[in-house]
């Protein structure tokens, strides 16, 4: 099973394991629950005091020993939606500290799946009303159909039509998972290389799809306009449009 949505909503792996075994024990003591979770007994009354504080965990006591129990899993989505209220509220104050900033950084570099996520989000935010895409491959997929799905809903949200310059090996997988407001075009057979750019408004992403994948931020309104620039010259030679 997948628990990678648990880790990315910040869960350690003890915790992961131990909220788990406690799913599927019901009610327990501790020695259970080190014998499921194959964690050292040390680790397991740690994480269980901090599962216990954060809601996830409740326990009572019967004799000498407490009996643990998992929360209901629909309580991880109240959890979440916690959390984004106390964030919303912070957001401010955040956004004004960056706002004093005398000087911004105009190139960031990502590691990662959760780097590159990053930094399709912040191209998200960067404004105009076009997302123009040269050179995507069939490594891009790593990132998963779910999230370029919703990426694109979000994308679509905001009004901003995508010209999608896809190398061929996209071409079936895009056939398959179309995103409104969206006009794809493809390099023949033969062209792959393993960069993508994106360019949005004053932006550029530079998307490089090894394991893990490489990005660059390209925060400058010049280079964004020389990079689109070029992509209309490719996007312009090739006719068909999906």
């Known amino acids: 099973m997948d628990t990678q949505i648990l880790e990315d909503l910040g869960f350690t792996n003890a915790e992961i394991k131990i909220y788990l075994a406690l799913l599927e024990l ?4 501790v020695g259970p629950i080190i014998e499921k979770s194959g964690l050292q007994s040390s680790v397991v009354h740690t994480t269980i005091h901090k599962l216990v504080n954060k809601g996830f965990v409740s326990f ?8 643990y129990s998992a929360a209901n899993p629909k309580h991880i989505s109240n959890y979440i939606d916690d959390k984004k209220k106390e964030f919303e509220e912070l957001l401010p104050f955040l956004l004004s500290k960056q706002d004093k900033a005398t000087k911004k950084s105009e190139v960031t570099t990502y590691l990662g799946i959760k780097g590159v996520r990053e930094l399709l989000y912040e191209l ?8 123009h895409t040269l050179g995507s491959s069939i490594d891009s997929v790593m990132m998963g159909d779910a999230f370029w799905s919703n990426y694109h809903k979000r994308r679509i949200d905001k009004g901003i039509k995508a010209k999608l310059l896809f190398n ?4 079936t997988w895009t056939l398959k998972n179309k995103y409104p407001n969206a006009e794809y075009k493809f390099t023949k057979s033969g062209f792959e290389p393993l960069t993508e750019t994106i360019i949005r408004n004053d932006k550029v992403g530079i ?3 090894v394991t893990p994948p490489l990005g660059i931020l390209i925060h400058n309104k010049v280079a964004a306009e020389s ?16």
């Not at 009572?60 to 009996?67: F, P």
């Open 227 to 242: 990079y689109d620039k070029f992509w209309k010259i490719i996007w312009d030679s090739i006719k068909k449009v999906y």
């Open 60 to 67: 009572i006591k019967e004799g000498q020993r407490n009996h």
């Open 124 to 131: 998200l935010e960067a404004g105009g009303k076009e997302h």
């Open 168 to 171: 061929e090996s996209l071409k």
């Open 207 to 209: 998307i490089i799809w």
């Open 26 to 29: 019901g009610k327990s003591s």
